[in-house]
């Protein structure tokens, strides 16, 4: 049994060794990651604007817009240092000398993504109408709003993607993975999601980044939408970016568990049973179930 510890020599293995370069972040400019702490409190400001008085005290002294604005420019300064940190990383995986321009880029990024909340307000009103129209156990919308993780995953990954379209690093994925990690529901920043959308349960869902869903989809838990294989490089390695993942059209519905893999297309209006596994295109108005 051990009796005691050499500090010096564990701390050299874990910084210095050559096992660990793939794990040690240096920048050459002393930059810092993003912060899991301060996007965390990103979501949490930007929620409160998105849902006025759900997740907030309702203001005393000033009005709802009043108590917005200074929400809003609270959370774009904290926004406009999270960026520059996420381009800064970008700057040294690409091995760029200096970082004069992140600063700049950082805050038109900020500025581009802010004046797209209303629109990502616009669609997740349309989620929550979806989920409750969808659900004969909901009580009401603001059952909706502040209990189903379906909502709640939407709202991480409605955000992601307006972050994921100007092609800011690394901040887009760690908002979708709070919402992994807090409901079990994986959407990827990359996916695209249309209108009224709606997550039953949703425990266990996978939608992976190139998957592309059309107006009033609605899934339940344990669905994947996959990929089914990987074209390689001539190193060997998966080729990144290329379209690999499910087509669902508009009016769709698929239940628990269903498993949909490769760039197939579920046509519109079809319902798609539980526990399938479907690797190739459905038409329109189709049916599978066990029996099929």
């Known amino acids: 049994?051990?009796?005691?510890?050499n500090i010096e020599a564990?701390?050299?293995?874990?910084?210095?060794?050559?096992?660990?370069?793939?794990?040690?972040?240096?920048?050459?400019?002393?930059?810092?990651?993003?912060?899991?702490?301060?996007?965390?409190?990103?979501?949490?400001?930007?929620?409160?604007?998105?849902?006025?008085?759900?997740?907030?005290?309702?203001?005393?002294?000033?009005?709802w817009k009043s108590k917005v604005e200074n929400m809003l420019d609270d959370v774009s300064e904290l926004l406009i240092e999270q960026?520059?940190?996420?381009?800064?990383?970008e700057c040294i995986q690409l091995d760029i000398p200096s970082c004069n321009n992140c600063k700049v880029r950082a805050k038109e990024l900020a500025y581009l993504f802010m004046n797209r909340l209303p629109e990502i307000q616009q669609m997740l009103a349309k989620d929550v109408i979806a989920i409750y129209q969808g659900d004969p156990a909901s009580k009401s919308t603001s059952e909706v709003i502040q209990c189903y993780p379906g909502l709640m995953a939407m709202t991480n990954y409605r955000i992601a993607h307006e972050l994921y379209k100007l092609n800011i690093p690394?901040?887009?994925?760690?908002?979708?993975?709070?919402?992994?990690?807090?409901?079990?529901?994986?959407?990827h920043p990359g996916a695209q999601i249309g209108e009224y959308f709606a997550i039953d349960h949703g425990t266990g869902i996978v939608?992976?980044?190139?998957?592309?869903?059309?107006?009033?989809v609605k899934i339940y838990q344990g669905v994947t939408l996959g990929?089914?294989?990987?074209?390689?490089?001539?190193?060997?390695?998966?080729?990144?970016?290329?379209?690999?993942?499910?087509?669902v059209e508009d009016y769709v519905v698929i239940y628990a568990e269903a498993t949909i893999l490769g760039r197939v297309t579920i046509g519109h209006h079809s319902i798609v049973g539980a526990n399938q596994w479907i690797t190739t295109d459905l038409p329109a108005y189709s049916k599978m179930s066990v029996s099929h």
């Open 227 to 247: 990929a089914k294989s990987f074209p390689l490089d001539e190193q060997g390695n998966p080729i990144k970016g290329i379209p690999r993942h499910p087509i």
């Open 10 to 63: 564990i701390a050299s293995y874990l910084t210095q060794t050559e096992a660990v370069e793939s794990l040690l972040y240096k920048h050459p400019l002393n930059h810092s990651l993003p912060s899991r702490q301060q996007l965390k409190k990103i979501m949490d400001i930007l929620r409160q604007c998105l849902f006025p008085g759900y997740f907030s005290e309702s203001p005393r002294q000033i009005s």
């Open 170 to 187: 690394v901040i887009p994925r760690i908002i979708t993975e709070f919402a992994h990690s807090e409901t079990g529901i994986d959407i």
């Open 83 to 89: 960026i520059y940190a996420g381009l800064c990383l």
């Open 207 to 216: 939608i992976g980044e190139t998957s592309v869903i059309g107006n009033h």
């Open 1 to 5: 049994m051990a009796t005691e510890i």
